[in-house]
């Protein structure tokens, strides 16, 4: 969520910047017993959830606190590994939790009211909590933020070190040299995470880095976002040089999400583009193989303008109530505690949507860069889905990982076209899209 329902870039002043990152997923059935006609939390709920590796330990920790605070209340989760494609059935029925979280592939924001409970207005919960456009429609909230995350790339301290980088690079040309210098040394310098392909999709999350606040509408207005000088170029071109120098891993089609974690920590792979909720995870991974924490570092990406780097902040997922649920005062109550005092946030080292919530650790390399942070302004009203539409009617999906898969294999010599003809049939693609869309 925002600060206030404007857009605002700020430097990053430690403890009291705008903080960034990362992933979970709370999900569940409809409730199965009724809250009482008081509108207090009673009852049980069902909360849906992508985080698989937390529900016996401290979600079942939440539950069993939340459930002190408010006695007669039952907190029950069910886990989904494929959380996306399972809830993209599951809102063909009534059948998709009490609290779960939005799912960001299929769910357009117009669509939010057929699906969702509203929570309020978005001007009145922006004065609380960041990213609340992200997760709002014409005015109405929908969903509320789980934590945010700044774009950048972690990377292993030493692997960098050791090629002789100790500071970001401002270029891509610098970066570029900079992941040479790595592989020199016998390392890869970057891994794409080609096979699980959702990291590919939160790359996009660079866009408004360069062009700035109002990207979203840039580009709805743009027939050629594939242009350079553009974020969209610059997204999926920094992507395609590096994979077309042979600076990432030889065999894409072999990479392993968790595996990644454990390459990174032993310094096997020197970087990897993602928001900075996946510090912690790497932190993790390092303390795991008798590293210290502190050989995972976060930078941002090398597109400095006038010698500041900018890093553009948004919202993982979004809790949201289900419309047919029969136990909504529990099910926002469970919101309310989750966001407010669970520290969820806090323990995945990501930006809390708490506005007066302290900055996480993770981004302390960015206080030292002196990075500025950028929230995205929200789409005009009405407009919120035609970014959306020209994507889908241009068979681009943008926010997935598809057509990347589809430039990585291209940059790899194992697909047609180069980075010229693919862009190219992008725009042309964009613009026809646009045409029956927006004109």
Known sequence: MQHTPHTRRNALMGATAIAVTAALALTGCTGNSAANDSGEPAGEITVLTNRTDLVDTTFADYAATFEKKYPGTTVKFEALTDYEGDTKIRLNSKDYGDVLLIPS?????????????????????????????????????????????AMGYVFNRDVWADAGITSPPTTEAEYLAALKKIKDNSVTPYYTNY?????????????????GADVRSQMIADDA???EGNDQYNIDGLLFDTVAAGLSEDDPTTTNWEESKDLLATGKI??????????AQMQDAAEKAGESRD????????WAQDGTFTSVTASDKFLAINKNSENKATARAWIDWFTDESGFAASQGAISPVIDAAAPDTLSDFTEIGVEYLELAPDPVGKEAVITDIANEAEIDLFGNSYRQGLIDAARGAGDGDKKSLFDDLNERWATARAAVVE
Do not use: C, H
């Not at 096979?195 to 062009?211: H, S, Y």
């Not at 050989?295 to 090398?302: E, K, N, T």
């Open 105 to 149: 592939s299929n769910v357009t924001k117009d669509k939010f009211a057929n699906y969702f409970e509203p929570l309020g207005s978005t001007e009145d919960l922006a004065k609380k909590y960041r990213f609340t456009n992200e997760g709002s429609f014409d005015g109405t909230a929908y969903g509320i933020s789980t934590f945010g995350s």
């Open 195 to 211: 096979k699980d392909g959702w990291p590919l999709a939160t790359i996009e999350g660079n866009l408004g880095t360069v062009q």
């Open 270 to 279: 020197g970087s990897m583009v993602l928001g900075s909720w996946a510090v």
């Open 295 to 302: 050989l995972i570092g976060f930078w941002p990406m090398p």
């Open 225 to 227: 976002p594939w242009t």
